[in-house]
């Protein structure tokens, strides 16, 4: 992810979340160190959008999914898988042992996404998002 993909971040991320990011919390993790930031991008009607993204930290062989979101427009094809597959695979090559991230309760979609992946439920972090409670999942590679 670059500054020039923003734009349309930002507005894929305002369509997927109640308490979307700000454009200084990407661009943050653009200079942070320890974040990793990367797009999918897909042809769509003759052009080349931004399919999603996913924003991760790597701290001593530990990561945490902050963030993975998909254009509502491709959504169910395979995108967040991709870029779950990407990420792993970078994760693997950095010594990481360890992938935690945490959900909304109600987030069905995604909760399903990272079951298939493995990922189990470990424990809730109460009212984490100020109107809901997260569950906090885990994967051990
Ligand atoms: C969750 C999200 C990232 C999934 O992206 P996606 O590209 O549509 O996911 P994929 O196509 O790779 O789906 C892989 C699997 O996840 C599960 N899944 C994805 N969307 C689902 C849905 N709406 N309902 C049930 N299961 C779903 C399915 O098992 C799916 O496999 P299948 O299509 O073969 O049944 C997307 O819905 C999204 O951006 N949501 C809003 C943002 C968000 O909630 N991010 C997660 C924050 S923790």
Redesign the pocket.
């Known amino acids: 992810m670059t500054i020039g993909d923003l734009e349309e971040a930002l507005k894929i991320e305002r369509a997927?979340?109640p308490n979307p990011w700000s454009y200084g919390q990407f661009e943050s993790e653009l200079k942070n160190p320890v974040s990793v930031a990367l797009t999918a991008k897909a042809p769509f009607e003759g052009d080349e959008i931004l399919a999603?993204y996913i924003i991760y930290w790597t701290v001593h062989g530990e990561a945490h999914i902050l963030?993975?979101?998909?254009n509502p427009l491709?959504?169910?094809?395979?995108?967040?898988?991709?870029l779950l597959r990407e990420s792993f695979a970078r994760m693997r090559r950095n010594l990481v042992f360890e992938v935690f991230?945490?959900?909304?309760k109600s987030?069905?979609?995604?909760r399903?996404?990272y079951r298939?992946f493995g990922f189990r439920e470990a424990f809730e972090r109460k009212n984490y998002y100020g109107d809901e409670d997260a569950i906090v999942m885990t994967l051990v590679f």
Do not use: H
């Open positions: 997927s979340f999603g963030n993975i979101a998909v491709l959504r169910r094809r395979g995108v967040a898988t991709f991230l945490e959900v909304r987030n069905a979609p995604a399903e996404l298939r």
